[in-house]
C-alpha cells in the first residue's frame, strides 16, 4: 500500500476521523481502528526520510550549478585574459584591450552573482516550499494525535 506524499497520509488519516464511529453524546468524538491509525503513522514516518533525501537532492543541485557556474566564468575570465594579451601587442590597442578586459571581467562577475543569486532564489524557493509542506505535514500529525490521545482519554474514564 505505497503512498506518495505525507500530504495524501493525512487526507487519509482525516477521511478516517471524518469517517470514524460517533461515540453518542461525545460532542464529536470517533473511534478509529487503531492498527489503521499506526500504519499510516508508520507510512508517514517512512515518507518523512524520503523528502528530506529530495531535499539533499536539491541543495546537490544547486551545488552543482554553483560549480558550473564558476567553471564557465573561469573560462569566460581566461578566454578575456588571452584576448587581452593578444591586443596589448599594438600600443594604440593595449589601451582598448584594457577596457575591454576590464569590462569582460565585469561582466563575467556580475553574470557569475547573477546565476549565484538566481540558483540561490530557487534552491531557497524549493526548500521554503519543502519546510511549509513539512510544517504543514507535522501540524496535521500533532493535531492528530492530540485527538487520539483526547479520545483515548475519554474512552478510560
Request: aromatic content about 2%; some cysteine.
Amino acid at each position: 500500500m505505497a503512498r506518495s506524499t505525507i500530504e495524501s497520509l493525512l487526507d487519509e488519516l482525516e477521511e478516517m476521523v471524518d469517517k470514524g464511529s460517533r461515540l453518542p453524546l461525545s460532542r464529536g468524538r470517533a473511534t478509529l481502528y487503531a492498527e489503521d491509525v499506526r500504519e499510516i503513522i508508520g507510512e508517514i514516518r517512512y515518507a518523512l526520510p524520503q523528502e528530506c533525501r529530495e531535499a539533499r537532492a536539491i541543495m546537490a543541485d544547486r551545488d552543482q550549478i554553483l560549480r558550473e557556474a564558476r567553471t564557465e566564468a573561469e573560462g569566460i575570465v581566461r578566454a578575456a585574459r588571452e584576448k587581452a594579451r593578444i591586443l596589448a601587442s599594438q600600443t594604440e590597442v593595449m589601451k582598448l584591450a584594457r577596457q575591454q578586459s576590464s569590462e569582460l571581467a565585469a561582466q563575467t562577475q556580475q553574470k557569475c552573482r547573477e546565476m549565484r543569486r538566481a540558483s540561490s532564489d530557487y534552491i531557497d524557493d524549493l526548500m521554503k516550499r519543502t519546510d511549509e509542506a513539512l510544517s504543514r505535514s507535522l501540524s496535521e500529525l500533532r493535531k492528530t494525535r492530540q485527538s487520539l490521545r483526547a479520545s483515548q482519554h475519554t474512552g478510560k474514564k
